[in-house]
């Protein structure tokens, strides 16, 4: 198994090495009423988009996600609940903004917690059941007190 994850770089010599940030698509019953609960509860900034459209762009400082409805979902085959991991820079920064989303009334679905995968991490869900994921990656922390 480990022989399979040694890129071959005479193959991926031509392919882009660095890729940009990923953007998830979210699927909403309604653009603008998640819109309106990311905004307002979770603290992102309304980009562009309507429900007419069936999707919009929402962000927060790095990060972007589009919502997407219904009927732009069936067009495009997309459909079901997702899950997206917002990776912080501090177990700090994970407890402040739990805190902050708590005090602001997310759906809070599990308060912040160190996993034993060495995530400190906790979730909340949107008005559609989508979830994010928000934690951040202790391991290199572990790593450096046991060298």
């Not at 990311?38 to 962000?59: A, E, K, M, T």
């Not at 400082?61 to 979902?73: A, D, I």
Request: with cysteine; aromatic share 12%.
């Amino acid at each position: 198994m480990k022989n399979r994850l040694v890129p071959n770089w005479r193959k991926l010599k031509n392919m882009l090495t660095h890729f940009p940030q990923a953007v998830p698509e979210i699927p909403v019953s309604n653009v603008e009423k998640a819109a309106e609960y990311y905004v307002n509860v979770l603290g992102f900034h309304f980009d562009w988009g309507n429900d007419q459209g069936g999707i919009g762009g929402i962000s927060q400082g790095e990060c972007r996600m589009f919502l997407t409805n219904p009927s732009f979902c069936q067009h495009y085959g997309n459909g079901g609940t997702v899950v997206v991991w917002l990776n912080l820079n501090g177990k700090q920064e994970v407890d402040e903004l739990y805190h902050r989303w708590r005090e602001a009334g997310a759906k809070i679905l599990a308060g912040p917690e160190d996993k034993p995968w060495h995530l400190r991490e906790f979730r909340v869900a949107d008005l559609d059941g989508n979830q994010l994921r928000v934690f951040y990656d202790f391991s290199r922390e572990l790593q450096q007190e046991q060298a």
